[in-house]
């Protein structure tokens, strides 16, 4: 089977008033989109480092009905790093983004091409999943959106990140408020302590809980 992280299928203007592009450093291209939900479902795909890379209309999948048959190109294929021992169970995933009231509408048209794909899947040893607003666009998107500002280290003072997990080190649990007040004095330099924090955070050095909220009074450690 080909490499999937070529698109079978380009999305042309007509796909919808709401497709375009973004640019992935994961990939090292760019990606397509046909919805923002998409946008933001590709968004949490380039953050996450489990992921190794990912191809938006990656492949054709063919299924009959009476005796006719059809195709169906899913809207994203995500397959996840093979070196972190945290993703040797993981499998990787063949994906379709829809909003629930589009499923709810179209469900008769949507079944026998989700259950072809349900199969092709198990066939090749991945997983099929639908992905909905409920499961996308929830506090971990928040926070992706706003550590992604952060992941470039081309603003980062590293004499800055160091003092930072240097404290946390010392401090064990703590939270931002109390990490940059034990991190610097001056207003300026907490303001570029800060900065530090979430570029650790951002890069996976500060661990914290991504599903809730992130804030000043948010759980720190040292990854």
């Not at 800060?194 to 009074?217: E, K, Q």
């Amino acid at each position: 089977m080909r490499e999937i992280n070529t698109p079978i299928r380009k999305i042309g203007k007509g796909s919808s008033s709401l497709h375009g592009l973004v640019y992935s450093k994961k990939n090292q291209t760019h990606r397509a989109f046909e919805s923002t939900l998409e946008r933001d479902f590709i968004e949490t795909l380039e953050f996450d480092f489990n992921v190794d890379y990912y191809c938006e209309q990656p492949m054709e999948i063919q299924y009959w009905i009476n005796d006719e048959l059809h195709t169906y190109i899913p809207d994203v294929f995500v397959s996840f790093r093979t070196d972190l021992p945290q993703c040797k169970s993981m499998k990787s995933m063949i994906c379709e983004v829809k909003y629930r009231s589009t499923l709810k509408e179209r469900w008769s048209e949507f079944k026998p091409k989700f259950k072809a794909a349900k199969q092709y899947a198990e066939n090749n040893g991945w997983i099929f999943r639908i992905l909905t607003e409920h499961e996308i666009r929830t506090p971990y998107l928040d926070n992706v959106k706003f550590l992604l500002n952060y992941r470039d280290s081309e603003f980062v003072n590293a004499n800055g990140c160091a003092v930072v997990l240097d404290v946390l080190t010392q401090l064990q649990n703590t939270c931002p408020e109390e990490l940059i007040l034990c991190s610097a004095r001056d207003k300026k330099m907490q303001a570029e302590s800060l900065y530090s924090l979430w570029h650790l955070v951002a890069i996976g050095m500060i661990g914290c809980d991504l599903t809730s909220p992130l804030n000043m009074r948010s759980e720190l450690w040292v990854v």
